[in-house]
């Protein structure tokens, strides 16, 4: 059974940081494009953050670039979200995704096959 877990979320001030984990099972993701995505109460879910399979190379949303970091170990099978000068528009439910076998850092949600279950991020002002 294919999954991704993530863990690292919670409630910090404005300001503050996070490390975000997500854990693959199941499979091996080294060949695969991994990405985070969040949605907030009442909105649609939207791109963060992408990296391509060696690491080599990353996406960010343009609301995040500079705060944030993604990145990846294979030898894990887990990528990580460094969230550093959190605000409280960063309160969202994060998710971590897996596009089977995309060689490039991909920002478009339809092209991940594989979903976690979402950590909740709290940001208070």
């Known amino acids: 059974q294919v999954q991704l877990v993530e863990s690292g979320g919670g409630l910090v001030q404005a300001g503050g940081s996070l490390r975000l984990s997500c854990a693959g099972s199941?499979?091996?993701?080294?060949?695969?494009?991994m990405g985070w995505f969040r949605q907030a109460p009442g909105k649609e879910r939207e791109f963060v953050a992408a990296?391509?399979?060696?690491?080599?190379?990353?996406n960010y949303a343009g609301s995040v670039k500079g705060r944030f970091t993604i990145s990846r170990d294979n030898a894990k099978n887990t990528v990580y979200l460094q969230m550093n000068s959190l605000k409280p528009e960063d309160t969202a439910v994060y998710y971590c995704?897996?596009?089977?076998?995309?060689?490039?850092?991909?920002?478009?949600?339809?092209?991940?096959?594989?979903w976690g279950q979402g950590t909740q991020v709290t940001v208070s002002s």
């Open positions: 990296i391509n399979w060696s690491g080599g190379n990353t």
């Open positions: 199941g499979r091996t993701f080294s060949r695969d494009a």
């Open positions: 995704a897996a596009a089977r076998d995309r060689m490039i850092a991909t920002m478009r949600e339809h092209e991940y096959d594989y």
